[in-house]
């Protein structure tokens, strides 16, 4: 069986590396960029799955399921490939202000406990004491998810497309897919790239933004968005509060993220286009997200910006994130895509997802 991959952000090489285990598949991953470009490359792997508010139905199932693999992917693929893929296990502390309703985050720890997940609901005492760089007059408390992850987003797909190619798939990098024509039949399809003509009994779209324009090209267009997410690194040369204790920090949906020797990254701004496509990354924005880690943490005011990033979300127009089904009226055309700000979360469970799939339409 041929199955061909068109996109290899996290969420392609994911896909790639988990149709690997399975004998008697031919895998060809099609990427016009190296992998780990676009939103990939300009997340901040923040893992919001426990801490998320979502509590039933696909949303919940895939994180639980994400969080819940990543625990046993992140050392497969370390050992497969001798690869260090950067894994904060310290959790994530969100930072309850004025105005929140701790009583909502108290029924989230009640029923994330009834399933054998950990919420810990901290006052601004317990707040101090575990993280005294925390320093805000407005900051009421905190919620903690200890179980929840934090990881490099660009180690981790890198190490999967190492993993998958030691599994024998087939990467191939700066070539652009050209066309897809509409078979005759059912199957099998034809893709047209600058490497030639390929065929495939399975084909899978995991292009993020590009996903618009394949499927549009099968008269079956899927509206795929942008917004523009930017980002930066600072430098404080040593560590916020205590040195054996930096889990992620969020609140107000700004990031505090420690990635270690004194560094981290702050972010990330959320800006959608004003006039067509087109995104202008907002400088004043990221002062804002900038202003706001500091206020939360006033020693940041001192740190050094060692580098600011932008990248592009995917973001369905008009429908839930993500899309992840077969593609209406193809019955081998698979969507991956349309992950928005979740692409690193949900990677794990989406290649799950697209397993099951192909293996349950033989």
């Not at 790239?193 to 292009?207: K, M, Q, R, Y």
């Not at 590009?210 to 997410?229: F, N, Y």
């Amino acid at each position: 069986m041929n199955v061909i991959i068109i996109g290899c952000g996290v969420v392609g090489a994911a896909i790639a590396y988990e149709l690997s285990h399975i004998s008697g598949i031919n895998i060809t991953v099609f990427d016009q960029q190296p992998p780990a470009q676009a939103s990939t490359g300009a997340a901040l792997g923040v893992l919001v799955g426990i801490i998320s508010q979502k509590v039933k139905g696909k949303a919940w199932k895939m994180r639980q399921a994400s969080i819940q693999r990543y625990e046993t992917l992140i050392p497969e693929l370390e050992t497969l490939t001798g690869q260090t893929i950067p894994f904060n296990r310290q959790g994530i502390l969100h930072l309850c202000l004025e105005g929140d309703n701790l009583a909502d985050w108290e029924k989230l720890a009640a029923t994330r406990h009834s399933t054998g997940w950990q919420l810990e609901i901290w006052d601004t005492a317990k707040l101090k004491d575990i993280c005294p760089q925390v320093n805000h007059p407005q900051v009421i408390g905190a919620v903690y998810s200890p179980q929840d992850r934090q990881l490099d987003p660009t180690a981790l797909t890198l190490a999967l497309v190492t993993g998958a190619q030691q599994k024998g798939v087939n990467f191939q990098f700066g070539v652009k897919v050209l066309g897809i024509p509409t078979p005759e039949t059912s199957q099998p399809l034809t893709v047209e790239t600058t490497a030639g003509n390929f065929s495939a009994d399975w084909l899978v779209i995991a292009a993020g933004l590009g996903s618009t324009e394949l499927t549009a090209q099968l008269h079956q267009k899927v509206d795929i968005r942008p917004v523009l997410g930017q980002a930066l690194q600072v430098s404080l040369g040593h560590s916020l509060g205590n040195p054996d204790f930096q889990p992620a920090i969020n609140g107000n949906d700004v990031h505090i993220v420690p990635i270690g020797g004194g560094d981290y990254w702050l972010g990330a701004t959320v800006e959608f286009p004003t006039n067509g496509d087109e995104i202008p990354p907002n400088h004043e924005l990221l002062e804002s997200v900038k202003q706001q880690a500091i206020a939360f943490c006033p020693e940041l005011a001192t740190a050094q910006i060692i580098r600011t990033w932008s990248g592009l979300r995917p973001r369905p127009e008009g429908r839930p994130a993500p899309v992840i089904e077969i593609l209406p009226g193809f019955n081998h055309v698979l969507l991956a895509t349309g992950h928005y700000r979740n692409g690193v979360l949900l990677a794990p469970a989406t290649a799950s997802a697209i397993r099951e799939k192909i293996l349950s339409g033989e």
